[in-house]
């Protein structure tokens, strides 16, 4: 029930009743509030729940006092327009002439239903009813142009067929009965929506035009020419609440069949039955005034109060703590990870109709009473008075943790009995009031007052004054009429906030494929948990991150899609169990456990998930910090979660390219930086700047740190950064990106091409536990898009690092995103395919030995000097074919760096400084000129194992490529090719 005042309404939970001083207004509840289009869980899914249990619920229309045919009586309200005429005779109108409009002309109406019924003796007959349009005077065509014509002639699906808007949107079905039959029309005009209901069926939504009929108008209908006799009775029109929630409206599943019929031939997306959990952490857009945004919420929450209304969800924004919209038409998931779009957000899908829809702000006022956005950059970022420290997850139920000018509150977002939506607040004790907007759109009467409670409404909206000295728990119904009403005796949330039953039981054994090949290195394949038709959560599992828990014998592992896993049996390695720990994260791409803490890397910061009953699901999702600020840019991913020797954490972030790749959108203070943050969480610095996409990063035992790169504007190709602590900070290359660090640009150690790296992965120091063939203090270099593990071979020369790559021999399931030595010294690496990258799988996970008996056969460390390259193997070398200068083949060449995506390759012997210089114009990926270079001696040392090439013209160059076709002194053939980079020598 509804009210239009807050004066003196309150609510209790036992039970609750309200009055409207003009009408009674009912809000129900039906099946149709779960049913709609694109959501987490999808449509499809729903109706087939046979569990399902609606809220008995019934119409408005059957509360508001029904009203005489308004062809009954006095017809004085009725005004021709243009010729022709309507005959009335026992309440039925019959057209005759035309084009004219007869318009109801009393009153102009918002929101409102016209209900009729209207009979065609021939299908032909031309009429219909106008809806939305300004007073036409004598001119019908006033209505045509600026109203919409509902249409009803004839019996095909088209533009200028029954249930139309006529010449502007078809119906997705024609339900006319047969010739000389009355059938039974309803008109909805809610907001700016349209919808029509024919013979009981929804043949068409539609959502008029900004500036034509999209607020108010008059009705009326159409006699169109001789030959159209079409007749109408028992016409009504009932005026509705401003707040009216249309799905109240129609008939029990109506968009559900609306969304399938217009869609016939739609696709379900594995999204839309996946799984997310009750709490989905992303950027979302909404609908607000009738105008898409994009940023409802950066960093925000969606909530699922019912876990038996999938559709319905509720937005909580965790930088301004507001809760910003509820919807009974779920989510669309648009953006990268799911509907795999460039520049496009997730979408609540509230157009028109929502719960509630507030501006974008604050939630509640600083101590100075000011709802201002104060921040750096406004519209992103934590507000100084507001903190948000996580959530429990209590079954289903979502417990919010924050603090309000230093005075903690937890919140729980329900669905009330009569399906109106409930925040529910347990308020700490504290001395100075605080302000807390509810609404920035619905207004009381009056201010009013109650205990603790004072209520007003101005420029900032309904504002809530809440003085409480001892804590107070406090309900907010947001009710159907649009009115605000607050509800006291409520059992507190804080009483959930605690371990809960868990969501997913389920656990999955599978056992691991052991590589007994004679391969140096052995690839043991662990096949992962079952996945989107197979799986319980209809999800999918690519890996982004994994790490080991202190007893070795378990591992979590977090996927791009939010989740994390845990894998356990990794001692014995026989049989291996997965289960689902934890959901709804946002995209994390970096997982480090501490003391057996799980910390993640999301989007929206670094978040600690915990375990609190043992039951090997996470129950408390604290935040840890998220000073990070983001942007609504579907690119900047946050990459790896590592940690120096001090226990200081290291995570990347991505700029904000624009959809396509080339150049960039808003960039703000940590897109396309290298961070480091405190052990304690409270200090977030930026060590490194000028970076598009780095992939991944590593830290080093003496705290180097590296990054992987992708090719883009201002990065001519993929590359691997390295610097040290004493370099600190340095630019990387994006000029965009910058962020006031003066310094020249730092050279990479080393430059990749496409073939080699097209897009970057982690790095990784080798312990010295290690077994899988390379020694204490070596460095991996893993690229995603190559799918691929190399051995780098750095050398430092003045200060300056440079050196090359050599691929290791493991064949992965997937890419190679993340890796980690565990305890027994092997290596895991896991990967996922989710932007460009040869992986063969959507993910994988695998564990990497070494097989003692077999080298690798590789290069392990290069340097130059002077005219001289030096390369050491692994294994004493044939020393025919060793010494041979024909068994090298060598080139080189350099990239032009500007601000066009990626570069040609150029001469370096040869310049073409025309090229070079259009290159800084124009995208110059299609030029390739290298320069062969000749080796005149070769040297093999005396351990058997180095090689000393003489070549006459080294020099520096961004880009060397060394292949090389040798022989062991056991026979084996050593084929293969280094990539390189010489900056000094």
Known sequence: MGVSSLSTLFLTEQGSFCFESAKLVQSGRSLASDLFAHRVTSYWNVLMKKSITSVVGFSLLSLTAQSESLLEGDLSSWQMAGPGKFEVNDGIATAQGGMGLWWYSKESYRNATISLEFKLEKPTYNSGVFVRFPDPGNDPWVAVRQGYEIQVSGRDVNKHSTGAVYDIQAPVANTLKEDGEWNKMEIHTVGDLIAVVVNGTLTNLFHAEKGRGDEEGYFGIQNHDDGSPAQFRNIEIRELDDHVRLHTLLPDDAELAYELAKNPDKKEAWHDKADFGPAFIQTYGDYFQGEYRSDAALKGMLIQPDPEQDNLVALFNLETLQLVTATHRGVSLDNTPFGGAHGTQNKIQNQGNPYFNNATGAGWADPAGSFADSRKHPGHGNFAHLQFNGYHRHGHDIILDYTVNGTPIK?????????DIRRILEIAGHEAPLSLRVSTTAAPEAASENGPLKMTAGEEGVVWEIANREPLVLGIDYLADGSIVPVFDLASPAEKATAGEGLYPETFEVTPQIDESDDALLVDQIPLPPMLEDSPYKNKVRLSDLDFFSDGDRAALCTWDGDVWLLSGLKEFQTLTWKRFASGLFEPLGLKIIDDVIHLNARDGIWQVKDLNGDNEADRFEVFNNDVLITDNFHEF??????????????????????????????????????????????????????????????????????????????PCCKLNYFTPEQQPVFLGVEQARHGVTKDFHEPLCYFPMNVDNSGGAQIWVPDFAKIGLAQGELLHLSYGQSTIYRVLPQEVEGQMQGGVIALPAKLSSSAQRAVFHPDGSLFVCGMRG??????????????????????????????????????????????????????????????????????????????????????KQESKGHKEHDEVEVSEVALGDDGRTLILTIPSLKPAQQMEIAYDLESTEGDILIGTIYSTIHKH
């Open 411 to 419: 919140e729980q977002v329900v669905v009330t009995g009569q399906g």
């Open 638 to 715: 946050t990459f790896g979660l590592e940690t120096d020797a001090e226990g200081n954490f290291y995570f990347a972030k991505a700029a904000t390219v624009r959809p396509g790749g080339r150049n960039f959108e808003k960039i703000l203070d940590h897109n396309g930086s290298f961070m480091k943050l405190s052990p304690d969480g409270e200090e977030l610095t930026v060590v490194a700047t000028g970076l598009r996409a780095p992939g991944g990063i590593g830290v080093g035992p003496n705290g180097e740190l590296t990054t992987g790169e992708n090719e883009g504007t201002w990065q």
């Open 835 to 920: 932007w460009q990258t040869n992986a063969a799988n959507e993910a994988g996970v695998q564990r990497i030995r070494h097989n003692e008996e077999v080298a690798l056969k590789l290069p392990e460390a290069m340097s130059v000097e002077g005219d001289k390259l030096t390369i050491r193997f692994d294994v004493e070398l044939d020393e025919e074919l060793a010494t041979d200068p024909e068994s090298f083949a060598i080139q080189r060449w350099k990239y032009i760096r500007g601000p066009q995506y990626g570069s040609g390759e150029f001469s370096i012997d040869n310049p073409d400084k025309e090229a070079e210089e259009n290159a800084l």
